[in-house]
């Protein structure tokens, strides 16, 4: 299998290969506590700014995320063995883009459309009319493979269960809000399925953990329920900042997650303790806010513009670079076409050199990257903090 490859699985956790490098960081100052008979998470710290509306920011700030689901005509015929033996590998296994829906409302159709027309394979959602139009996205996709003669299996869609705690109550939701909860679940499932005009989802995470782990898990074993029967492929959680929570999670699920959808940026230390988790435990990490959260990185830093120009990239791809070979999947929601088509550019070179073993970034500017930019090290870890936030009083 490919060296980078292989590299990329320490880069998911440090930021460079490396092996003397060790940047184990503290993920948020979390705790999972006894409350009763139930134990309770309590999720990381801090509010972030609200997401910036205009079309520069939505490249950044998004969560949303896309990725094209066949390799580039350019590529070498030289595969990594398990890419010759399952050839969804490039497109499955490996960090991608998955194109965002959130905060688009009536444009949701036309972007959609218009992300997949120019190379995005896969689309984040959710059933939550507060911030996404999940009819406008079963609309968009379908339009645009109907263009391109794309069968359903070439596209990958991904939706979430939000709990009424997190939904608009002044408008109609997507299920009985008086009903139990399972069968919340149930009718927000029925409700994704129809809008997103599929049988089928490819990815269903919760937004969000419950207020208890009671109910957490009784919504967990609902949609477990749904992938044994063949109608979801894979579940997982969002904004889930707590690494003790994630591990209790993962022990006490018979299906366990497959994704962790989390934001990436400096208040949680970038989720390092939690990257480390999914590493081992074969979980996909995705992440939003990506940019707008980073811009000390990617727009603040002179050096960091200058490495972009000489990779002939622009500062936010050369970014995303940095996230896919720590490992990370990228949700992405940009509103613009030229950046689209930059973005699908980014993901057919990362994935080119995964081939031909030379990496975008070295194992030095990684370092300088992780290190000097994202300033992640060992901190000093705090216990028995307080601080808390919950989870659907958040923008996400």
Not at 108 to 118: D, R, W
Not at 198 to 226: A, Q
């Amino acid at each position: 299998m490919s060296g980078v490859f292989l590299g990329m699985c320490v880069l998911a956790v440090f930021g460079a290969s490396s092996p003397g490098l060790a940047l184990r960081a503290h993920a948020a100052e979390v705790d999972v506590s006894m409350d009763g008979s139930s134990r309770r998470t309590v999720v990381t710290r801090g509010t972030p700014p609200r997401k910036q509306q205009d079309d520069a920011a939505a490249t950044t700030d998004t969560l949303g995320i896309e990725e094209k689901n066949h390799a580039s005509n350019n590529m070498e015929e030289e595969l990594p063995q398990e890419a010759e033996e399952n050839p969804s590998f490039l497109t499955n296994r490996l960090p991608t883009f998955k194109y965002g829906t959130a905060w688009k409302k009536e444009r949701t159709k036309g972007l959609v459309k218009q992300a997949v027309l120019e190379g995005f394979r896969h689309i984040d959602t959710a059933c939550q009319p507060k911030h996404y139009n999940e009819k406008g996205v079963g609309e968009g996709w379908t339009e645009a493979a109907a263009e391109l003669g794309l069968s359903r299996d070439q596209i990958w869609l991904q939706t979430k269960f939000t709990s009424v705690s997190g939904q608009d109550r002044s408008q109609p939701l997507p299920y009985d809000a008086n009903a139990p909860l399972e069968e919340q679940v149930q009718q927000s499932l029925e409700r994704s399925l129809e809008n997103l005009q599929t049988d089928y989802l490819d990815s269903w995470i919760m937004h969000g953990p419950e207020d208890n782990w009671d109910d957490t898990l009784r919504v967990w074993r609902v949609m477990e329920s749904y992938v044994d029967q063949g109608v979801v492929k894979q579940i997982g959680i969002s904004n889930l900042y707590a690494p003790d929570a994630l591990e209790y999670l993962y022990q006490e699920a018979r299906i366990p997650p497959a994704v962790v959808q989390n934001r990436f940026y400096p208040d949680t230390g970038h989720d390092v303790d939690i990257r480390a988790f999914c590493l081992d435990h074969n979980i996909e990490y995705q992440s939003f806010w990506t940019l707008g959260a980073n811009r000390h990185v990617w727009q603040d830093s002179q050096d960091f513009r200058t490495m972009a120009k000489e990779k002939n990239l622009t500062p936010e791809t050369l970014f995303y670079a940095v996230c896919f070979q720590m490992g990370i999947t990228v949700l992405d929601g940009t509103t613009n076409t030229e950046h689209m088509r930059q973005d699908i550019a980014l993901l057919n070179r990362f994935r080119n050199s995964i081939l031909s073993d030379e990496p975008i970034l070295t194992d030095e500017e990684m370092h300088f990257v992780v290190t000097d930019l994202l300033a992640l090290s060992e901190p000093e870890v705090e216990e028995d903090s307080e601080d808390s936030q919950d989870w659907q009083n958040q923008e996400y």
